[in-house]
DNA sequence: TTATTATA
């Protein structure tokens, strides 16, 4: 059957709609019409797809809004109804949940379980603040089914409010559960509790999430990270198994991947909220103050710290320049400080770059192996379900993988099958097994809900090698972004071997694409370093990289240091402006109008 | 225009 041109332009503005929307809970009308364009490879006009958007339109399956763009900028743009429908679901079970519960504790109860615990940790050196006594407390009087702990970077939160507060409601008969929406912070969390740690993804799909009438308190890291869909979920899952929750996060911080700001829009319409914003991660006051500039955006002040004690701020006006003066600053210190330093540069391609400048460097310096071990590692594509059902999204030499047997297909779960042909025209997809046996995988019918798709990338590994793990494999015991070091290489056969952060000892076949999922760990995007603390940091920040450099970038990554924090940019002024200009939050599908509405409706319920 | 997690 041949598609006519209405049908294909009906079918790219679907596909456009729901790649955008699973990102952006707003889009610009442009971006849908280009993405429209460039998915019907021109065979379609302009007007016949501006057509099918204002059908669509009508028909309300896209929801005018206006977008604005990173500084601010206003255009025309659309929400989808699924999108609101997400939002008013997690703002509803909120709502509907406040002043319901029986508080864990009485006033004076608390107050008494607060001293306590604070005269405990003086007497181990560590006193408390009064935020965090403060945020204790309003824990365990609370009556609300979900309540939120707002605090900034370094505010030591979870060793003393979430510590004492899960001890307390264990005492009490609760069953306690350390969710976070990624593996290592989940086990971050779990190690700071005392139990074990597991993502929120996972912990949905366990019986005891499904298990209801029973006393639970989920107690959620790290919450910003959650996208609108993802906090819908965990709201609709809690409020089934009648668990009470606490989310823990930063709106300050970066946010989701996925589309919507959930944290921050909970927190606006209205969430029961205790915040800590005193911090005691820095034992340098200019680096402290400098974070605290950071966090309202103002770049002058912050980078006025950093040169008065706090770091220092370099400017070089090219790219080249920049990432020689980084590699510089980081070669420059003895092996045991670069341990506690960590590099931050936001795009992937400049992580790239730089960590090849410094490799290079350890090398001639004799502190990495003359000897290396070259293999193909593979790198997470990162495609929406959307784009994971078009054949066009994928190239020869990209591995798959399936998380389900397909049996009638001879496919096998957790199978790596190498793409051998693309025919994006009739959307399929030729694989090949292990053995070379083809298999004929046609996305839009089967498989692309459940598939993983990786990019062959060559690597080198040489004897003292830092690499992080990019990928989950429980059976291994392997954490996606777990760092470790190369203690030794084979060439000859292809393997290495790796000591891991957590002090395991692991070999790698290279050969097995199992073991392939690795990314050298000497600079890391500040995505990869929210949540990581160290001594000091390298941070470059171009002003002119618009998408990266904001806010968020600033305050997250000065934050990482305890002592000292080093600004490379390309210059300095233009850097304040773009840091002011670009907070680097992500829209919601809802107004502020629709959430006070929903509000009301909560109010009423309560 | 660019970062990225999780799951069956």
């Not at 509790?193 to 107690?219: F, N, Q, S």
């Given at each position: 059957?041949?598609a ?10 679907a596909?456009?709609?729901a790649?955008l ?5 707003v889009?610009?009308a442009g ?5 429209a364009?460039d ?13 099918v ?14 977008f ?8 025309a ?20 949940g ?5 508080p ?5 109860g ?5 001293e ?7 007497r ?18 609370s009556?609300?089914?979900v309540i939120?702990?707002q ?9 003393t ?5 899960a001890?307390?409601a264990e005492?009490?008969?609760l069953?306690?559960?350390?969710l ?8 971050v969390?779990g190690?700071a509790?005392?139990?074990?740690g597991?993502?929120?993804a ?25 996208s ?8 609709a ?9 606490v989310?823990?996060g ?15 829009q ?13 911090i005691?991660r820095q034992?340098n ?27 220092k ?19 420059a210190?003895a ?7 960590l590099?931050?540069?936001p795009?992937?391609d ?24 070259r ?14 059902r078009?054949a ?9 993988r ?39 995988w046609h ?7 459940t598939?993983?798709v990786?990019?062959?990338r060559p690597?080198?590994?040489r ?5 992080q793990?990019t990928?989950?494999?429980?059976e ?6 777990l760092?470790?070091?190369?203690t030794?290489?084979e060439?000859?056969?292809a393997s290495?071997?790796?000591k ?9 076949d290279?050969t ?7 990314r ?8 990869a370093?929210?949540g990581?603390?160290a ?10 990289s ?29 850097l304040?402006?773009?840091v002011?200009?670009?907070a ?23």
């Amino acid at each position: 059957m041949v598609a006519t041109p209405e049908m294909l332009a009906r079918q790219a503005v679907a596909f456009a709609s729901a790649k955008l929307a699973e990102r952006e809970a707003v889009f610009a009308a442009g971006t849908l019409a280009r993405e429209a364009g460039d998915f019907a490879f021109g065979k379609v006009s302009h007007d016949a797809i501006a057509s099918v958007i204002s059908e669509a339109q009508e028909r309300g399956e896209l929801v005018p809004r206006i977008f604005r763009d990173r500084r601010g900028t206003e255009y025309a743009g659309f929400t989808t109804p699924r999108a609101i429908e997400i939002e008013r679901t997690m703002l509803r079970i909120e709502a509907a949940g406040r002043n319901m519960l029986q508080p864990l504790a009485s006033p004076m109860g608390a107050a008494r379980t607060v001293e306590r615990a604070a005269r405990q940790s003086a007497r181990a050196g560590f006193a408390w603040t009064e935020d965090q006594k403060r945020s204790t407390a309003d824990l365990l009087v609370s009556r609300d089914r979900v309540i939120a702990v707002q605090g900034y970077a370094g505010t030591a939160k979870t060793t003393t409010v979430l510590a004492t507060y899960a001890c307390e409601a264990e005492r009490r008969g609760l069953t306690v559960t350390a969710l976070a929406p990624t593996a290592s912070a989940a086990t971050v969390l779990g190690e700071a509790l005392g139990r074990r740690g597991d993502t929120v993804a996972r912990h949905l799909l366990t019986p005891e999430a499904r298990m209801t009438g029973k006393d639970a308190v989920w107690i959620v890291d790290e919450a910003s990270l959650l996208s609108a869909h993802d906090m819908a979920r965990l709201m609709a899952g809690a409020d089934k198994a009648g668990a009470r929750l606490v989310l823990v996060g930063d709106v300050r911080q970066l946010g989701s991947v996925g589309a919507g700001a959930a944290f921050a829009q909970l927190q606006q319409a209205g969430m029961a909220t205790t915040r800590l914003a005193e911090i005691v991660r820095q034992t340098n006051a200019e680096a402290r103050e400098a974070v605290l500039a950071s966090i309202e955006g103002h770049a002058g002040k912050a980078l006025a710290a950093l040169e008065r004690g706090g770091g220092k701020v370099i400017e070089a006006a090219t790219q080249d320049e920049r990432l020689r003066a980084l590699a510089r600053e980081y070669v420059a210190m003895a092996p045991a400080e670069r341990a506690r330093t960590l590099v931050i540069e936001p795009s992937r391609d400049g992580c790239d770059r730089l960590t090849g400048l410094i490799r290079g460097q350890l090398v001639g310096r004799g502190e990495l192996s003359a000897d290396a071990v070259r293999f193909t590692a593979l790198e997470p594509k990162g495609l929406t379900r959307a784009e994971a059902r078009e054949a066009a999204s994928y190239a020869v030499g990209d591995v798959v993988r399936f998380n389900r047997d397909y049996a009638g297909r001879s496919v096998s779960r957790g199978e790596a099958l190498r793409i051998s042909a693309v025919d994006p025209e009739r959307g399929r997809i030729g694989l090949e097994d292990g053995r070379g046996r083809p298999i004929d995988w046609h996305p839009r019918q089967w498989g692309a809900g459940t598939v993983e798709v990786f990019e062959p990338r060559p690597m080198e590994l040489r004897t003292g090698d830092r690499v992080q793990l990019t990928r989950n494999d429980r059976e291994q015991g392997r954490v996606n972004g777990l760092g470790g070091t190369v203690t030794g290489i084979e060439p000859g056969t292809a393997s290495a071997t790796l000591k891991l952060a957590n002090g395991r000892e692991q070999r790698l076949d290279l050969t097995d694409a199992r073991d392939c999922h690795l990314r050298h760990s000497w600079v890391q995007t500040v995505y990869a370093a929210q949540g990581q603390t160290a001594e000091r940091v390298l941070i470059h920040a171009d002003s002119r990289s618009t998408n990266l450099v904001d806010q968020k970038l600033l305050y997250v990554a000065v934050s990482r240091a305890r002592s000292e924090a080093i600004v490379v940019t390309d210059d300095r002024e233009r850097l304040v402006r773009a840091v002011y200009e670009r907070a680097g939050e992500k829209q919601t599908a809802m107004t502020a109008s629709d959430v006070r509405k929903t509000k009301a409706l909560g109010a009423a319920l309560g």
